[in-house]
């Protein structure tokens, strides 16, 4: 059974960092660019960072750049965010995402993890 | 970056209609067009990529067309497991947008 589970999301204050973490199996992690992707509560979709295969190649939205870096581990078929200077808006549930843009496979999708940022 | 522009915000519509929901992009896009369903609670689901390839798994009720800027979702018959928020995501071009959602509710 294919499985993304998220973890890592919690409450932290404004200026203040997180790492999440994406544990993926039952398919090979290896072979497929892995992504994240974040829902600010009552709002839309939002894409945040894909990294490529083998972490040659990483693609950020404008406003996470210089402050998050998606990374990865095939070893141990891990995915992270590492999401520093936080931001109020920065809020929201945060999914990491496979063969969910351009694969004709069947897309997978993890169950979110909630980062807050508030004082 | 490319906007996504997604009309209708929101539809409300009856088991049996037929619905459609349009995405226009600032730019062309090719055919580099996905559409998405999520429900309350759950993680987005990938129904149409390519603007027109049916993910496996989803019903044929729904189907995508269009090209360069303008595309449509259209769901040929609702179904009471069909109310849902809808997005369309241009993945053509970095950053990767989605349209803003609409939501189909039931009347």
């Known amino acids: 059974e294919v499985q993304l589970v998220e973890s890592g999301g919690d409450l932290v204050q404004p200026g203040g960092s997180l790492r999440l973490s994406c544990a993926a199996s039952g398919f090979t992690f290896s072979s497929y660019w892995m992504s994240w992707v974040r829902q600010a509560p009552g709002k839309g979709l939002e894409w945040v960072a894909n990294i490529k295969q083998d972490g040659s190649e990483r693609y950020y939205v404008d406003s996470v750049k210089g402050r998050f870096t998606i990374s990865r581990d095939n070893a141990k078929n891990f995915l992270y965010l590492q999401m520093n200077s936080l931001r109020a808006e920065d809020t929201a549930m945060y999914y990491c995402a496979s063969r969910w843009v351009a694969s004709t496979a069947t897309d997978f999708w993890g169950q979110g993890t909630l980062v807050t940022v508030s004082s | 970056d490319i906007q996504m522009t997604q009309s209708p915000s929101s539809l409300s519509a009856s088991v049996g209609d037929r619905v459609t929901i349009t995405c226009r992009a600032s730019?062309?896009?090719?055919?580099?067009l996905g559409w998405y369903q999520q429900k309350p609670g759950k993680a987005p689901k990938r129904l149409i990529y390519?603007?027109?390839s049916l993910q496996s798994g989803v019903p044929s009720r729904f189907s995508g067309s269009g090209s360069g800027t303008e595309f449509t979702l259209t769901i040929s018959s609702l179904q009471p497991e069909d109310f849902a928020t809808y997005y369309c995501l241009q993945y053509n071009t970095y950053p990767y947008t989605f349209g803003q959602g609409t939501k189909l509710e039931i009347k």
């Open positions: 390519a603007t027109s």
């Open positions: 730019q062309g896009i090719r055919n580099d």
